[in-house]
């Protein structure tokens, strides 16, 4: 099967975001290579799911158009097909899974799709799309693993190639493995010297599980959602498999330090499955030292509560706030002394409380936690330092270390 990429170009163009492509000066000091970034997380709905989703629509017959779409999604494949559809004038049914955060399900609804909550899981959701495909003769809009859908998102490499000459390197979080493949098709066809590395949840490690024919424990709750695909593409795989020079796995933390790095040194905001490159090239940083290496960020749409936990998260491992439980007598003006001590040595109480009520201290004791914002760790240790010496004995209720996932 032959996938034209430059078709899509043709026909994407004007009628999606021509993402800017960015140098970070920042982010090539921290990982010893020379970064640009490709900010799908500023396309339309945020995210480079549009770019598919109007490939794959604009090649639907008039019949098809008239009777309807369907599809399952929990994210931003649902967006950029309600999206599209409502501008084409075709109906369209998503198919979302129960747990589906209301926003979401509101944003998708919002754009004239009519959404039907359906299962526990995306593959659910998908059974019941596929059941109303058979019912009502509707055409199903696959997420990832369709010629068109491919050739969409292929326009992203092609912009890339252009904005930024002769990549070494590019990395591209794989899901189901439309947005890589679509990469690699574009290398292939353009002629580009660039290698193309996978990045994928250590959680849902699918397609490496596909491509090695190995069965791996897949699930679990993962702040990269947006490839959290349990079910690799086949056309995408054998794709994959011919051009991808390697997919790397990263966990959690490394994926929150990623998020939380591009937005407080780049001032960038990116889902976790956005920021999997960045947390690809940390971890990696010894194999790309030295090259110029493209990271595509897929999409920004984190909720809000997550992007503040993971940011809090990051103030902690920095050293900047941290929970601090001191004994203090139970005496008047010994807690007054011991916050005296956290002023002078310029730290910032946000709360403090008091514990008394508790038999494993003395009874003429009383224990206090006290969250505390600093400059940075060496600070922190200062403050410490001197409630100890003051004859307040105190420990740190959780690690405060910056460990480098590199």
């Known amino acids: 099967m032959t996938i034209n990429t430059t078709k899509a170009v043709n026909k994407l163009t004007g009628r999606v975001t021509r993402t800017p ?13 020379e970064v640009w970034l ?26 098809q158009r008239k009777t309807g779409i369907v599809t399952a999604s929990a994210g931003n494949h649902a967006q950029g097909v309600a999206y599209h559809a409502e501008k084409l004038g075709i109906p369209v049914t998503i198919v979302m899974p129960k747990p589906t955060p209301f926003t ?28 109303l495909e058979r019912e009502h003769g509707l055409t199903y809009i696959h997420p990832y693993d369709d010629p068109d859908i491919i050739a969409g998102q292929a326009t992203v490499m092609h912009e890339f190639i252009e904005d930024a000459a002769s990549l070494d390197s590019v990395i591209i979080p794989i899901g189901g493995g439309g947005l890589i493949s679509g990469c690699a098709l574009a290398v292939e066809q353009t002629s580009s010297p660039a290698k193309l590395y996978g990045v994928q ?92 290496v493209g990271l595509v960020i897929s999409g920004g749409n984190i909720d809000a509560r997550i992007l503040s936990a ?24 010994s807690l007054a002394r011991a916050t005296e001590i956290i002023g002078k040595c310029n730290g910032n109480i946000i709360e403090i409380h008091h514990r008394r009520l508790f038999y494993d201290i003395p009874v003429k004791m009383t224990e206090v936690d006290v969250i505390v914002e600093t400059i940075d760790g060496g600070q922190l240790g200062k403050i410490i330092t001197a409630l100890v010496e003051a004859g307040f004995p105190t420990m740190t209720l959780q690690s405060t270390s910056n460990t480098d996932p590199g």
């Open 21 to 33: 492509t960015l140098h970070s000066p920042i982010l090539s000091e921290i990982t010893d290579s």
């Open 38 to 63: 490709k900010l799908e997380n500023l396309q339309i709905m945020g995210s480079f799911k549009v770019r598919g989703a109007l490939s794959k629509l604009s090649t639907l017959t008039a019949s």
């Open 104 to 131: 979401k399900v509101a944003r998708t609804e919002a754009l004239g799709a009519r959404i039907i909550l359906e299962g526990e899981t995306l593959s659910e959701a998908s059974e019941k799309a596929h059941e």
């Open 201 to 292: 949840s250590a959680l849902f490690p699918s397609m490496i599980s596909a491509l090695k024919g190995i069965s791996a424990t897949i699930g679990g709750r993962t702040i990269a959602e947006g490839i959290a695909v349990k079910q690799p593409g086949e056309l995408t795989q054998s794709i994959i498999e011919k051009y991808v020079q390697q997919i790397f796995e990263v966990d959690e933390t490394v994926l929150e330090r990623a998020v939380h790095l591009l937005l407080t040194e780049q001032k960038i905001v990116a889902e976790g499955a956005g920021a999997a490159p960045l947390a690809a090239l940390l971890k990696h940083r010894d194999l790309f030292k030295g090259q110029k």
């Open 310 to 333: 993971v940011l809090m998260r990051g103030l902690a491992r920095e050293g900047r706030l941290a929970r601090l439980r001191m004994e203090v007598p139970d005496t008047p003006g």
